[in-house]
């Protein structure tokens, strides 16, 4: 099936310095990658959509300058969280659908779990 | 923003019972998908139906769409330890992306 790997899995860094994690479709092209947040026992909230080559979407109530998100290829997403505060800290997920299957289900990274102290 | 509110939140049944969970939602859809979350790991999806579609099974997973009540259901069968998890309902709408509900906190006792 088709794998998506997220780096890192888990990061701790201090209060406003910047982190980024990768999102990475290792076989399969993606033209479009989504990032989502979700807190303990919550739900997953949608931030962006990531386009391939132009700029990502965000939804509404996400700051784009805070979280900056490139997908420069087909393969790769980045996410990154600009000086970082606690309140940022959270679960990151990463998804991307593989054009070549007609089933339309997303495919999931594991994670990346950031602690800002 | 969400649109699905699942219920329940969360269930505990004995191994072998069935677990029944349901999905509700706000506004048209392209088709309704559930996920299984096992904690602190990415999700993993279990089955798709699309909005013609009023029931799909695959292997012990049951389940239906009832889009005149804007609703679905995952039944689980024989229920196993293993199947202990979160699982999350997620419309796609015409924009291709997926809005997740709440989610349901599954335990299965041995």
């Known amino acids: 099936g088709a794998v998506v790997s997220q780096h890192p899995s888990w990061v701790i860094c201090k209060s406003g310095t910047s982190v980024k994690i990768e999102c990475r479709s290792l076989?399969?092209?993606?033209?479009?990658m989504f990032w989502y947040r979700q807190f303990p026992k919550q739900s997953l909230m949608l931030m962006a959509t990531s386009n391939e080559g132009s700029k990502a979407t965000y939804e509404q109530g996400v700051e784009k300058d805070k979280f900056l998100i490139n997908h420069a290829s087909l393969t790769l997403s980045t996410l990154t969280v600009t000086s970082a505060h606690p309140e940022d800290s959270s679960f990151y997920i990463c998804s991307a659908r593989d054009l070549g299957r007609t089933t339309g289900e997303l495919f999931f990274g594991e994670g990346s779990r950031l602690t800002v102290l | 923003s969400q649109q699905g509110e699942e219920d329940p939140q969360a269930l505990s049944i004995q191994e072998g019972e069935n677990a029944t969970m349901n999905c509700s939602y706000k506004?048209?859809?392209?088709?309704l998908q559930w996920y299984r979350q096992n904690s602190g790991r990415g999700l993993v999806h279990l089955i798709l139906i699309r909005s013609n579609e009023r029931e799909k099974h695959s292997g012990r997973l049951r389940v239906t769409l009832d889009t005149s009540k804007k609703s679905s259901s995952l039944l689980i069968t024989a229920s196993r330890a293993a199947d202990t998890a979160s699982y999350f309902c997620?419309?796609?709408?015409?924009?291709?992306?997926?809005?997740f509900g709440q989610g349901t906190r599954l335990t299965i006792n041995p």
């Open positions: 997620a419309t796609e709408t015409g924009a291709q992306k997926l809005v």
């Open positions: 076989d399969f092209q993606a033209t479009t």
């Open positions: 506004t048209s859809i392209n088709n």
